[in-house]
């Protein structure tokens, strides 16, 4: 048996991570959305980094590069986090540096462990799917909001827990992974309704964004897994994802 | 309106605490259900102290001291935190001196705030129907476990939370609220079954603790509100508590 635990946000992942070398990395809104829904549409790689500045210093030596802060797009940028942006053909086999308020801070906290992989509720069942058949205990991180627990990332977080649990490989300890597969449950049948309330869709929802919202809440519109490769995010290559077996 | 929001454990104190003057402290399993219990059998006061080493020394300086750390009585010390032993009428009108693992250290991380009141699911009515006439900003701090997130905590502050909004005298900002509320509404209806997949549950049922347990998740049968007074545990006199009006 493996073990698969729950972290709510960069804040308290240091309470977290000491057992655990593959982390799976959540920004539902938008972030991680983003990086899914960029690697499904054939970007070559995206490069996170965690300052504005090191996304101006790239972009200044001739980087295509995104930045988010506070929901918007940072002035001096033609993107932020929305995934509908990186639908673009131009897009293509181009590499793209990412910068946004939370997302790209928690990858790079994680950045040392052995396998970093990239989650949403785009790729879930793809996710879960190769998650089950690693044989190694998972930790999944959110990125939440400055630190703080959010919703959204929290359903994600406990969708992939039950899946997994569910294949009856992996036991929890943690009661952040309890509650997490607990308000997933709660939430499934109508994301869009139970986050009403979440403080994150309030401040999309005035920023305009609600079709952003709609389609990071929409499951398994992508099967694409990216995954941290020295420094960058690609999508995991299709012989990687079938080498695991049960 | 005043609002009203949840920190789910000490670790994350620091990101919600600026705002509020007022904290309610919550170690549901069991030190905060103790100290209420204590106040209601008549003890005179309880010195919470963060570390065995100062319990050990005001122990030596004749106080009666009492000491837990991973749900156990220290050695050295007659009692810990089962509220059962608060209840000994020897006490009545005693100092008792106590350090637990997470639950004073959670009262000692408040302490520079204008008031702080402990809470409990034993004290719930009596201590929303006294916040509620508070007319002012009240932040619910969870002790969880060694600076994690747990159920138990979570459930009471969603109680408190929940019984606060509906007065319609209060609005919440946090994610963390919304999530706790709604665990509460879940678990409410049985308490003692829901916790079964906890942490901490499990670590006080190995240690043949049910009783207690059973005893910590059982709602209002104490009246008292215990405050902090110059470094001390004491009951909220009854002036006080009824000089709050609508």
Redo the contacts between chains.
């Keep these: 048996m493996n073990r698969i635990e729950v972290c709510?946000s960069p804040?308290?992942y240091h309470?977290?991570e000491a057992d655990f070398q593959l982390v799976v990395v959540l920004d539902v809104l938008r972030a991680t959305s983003a990086i899914c829904t960029a690697m499904e549409y054939g970007l070559k790689e995206i490069i996170p980094v965690a300052s504005v500045e090191e996304a101006r210093k790239l972009q200044s030596e001739g980087y295509l590069a995104a930045a988010e802060r506070g929901g918007q797009i940072v002035e001096g940028f033609d993107m932020g986090n929305s995934p509908f942006s990186y639908m673009e053909p131009a897009l293509k086999g181009k590499s793209v540096v990412l910068t946004t308020t939370n997302g790209t801070k928690a990858i790079n906290m994680a950045k040392d462990k052995e396998t970093v992989v990239i989650g949403s509720l785009n790729n879930l069942d793809a996710l879960c799917h190769w998650l089950i058949r690693q044989r190694r205990d998972i930790l999944v991180l959110g990125s939440g909001?400055?630190?703080?627990?959010?919703?959204e990332d929290?359903i994600c977080a406990g969708a992939i827990a039950d899946k997994c649990l569910k294949s009856g490989r992996f036991f929890a300890?943690?009661?952040?992974t309890?509650?997490a597969k607990?308000?997933y449950r709660?939430a499934r049948d109508n994301m869009f309704a139970f986050l009403k309330?979440?403080?994150?869709r309030r401040r999309l929802r005035k920023l305009n964004l609600n079709e952003d919202v709609k389609y990071c809440l929409t499951p398994n519109n992508c099967s694409a897994i990216p995954v941290l490769e020295n420094g960058s995010l690609v999508r995991m290559n299709q012989e990687t994802v079938e080498a695991a077996t049960l």
């Design positions: 709510f804040g308290e309470l977290y909001w400055k630190d703080k627990f959010n919703l929290t300890d943690e009661d952040s309890v509650a607990f308000i709660s309330a979440s403080s994150h």
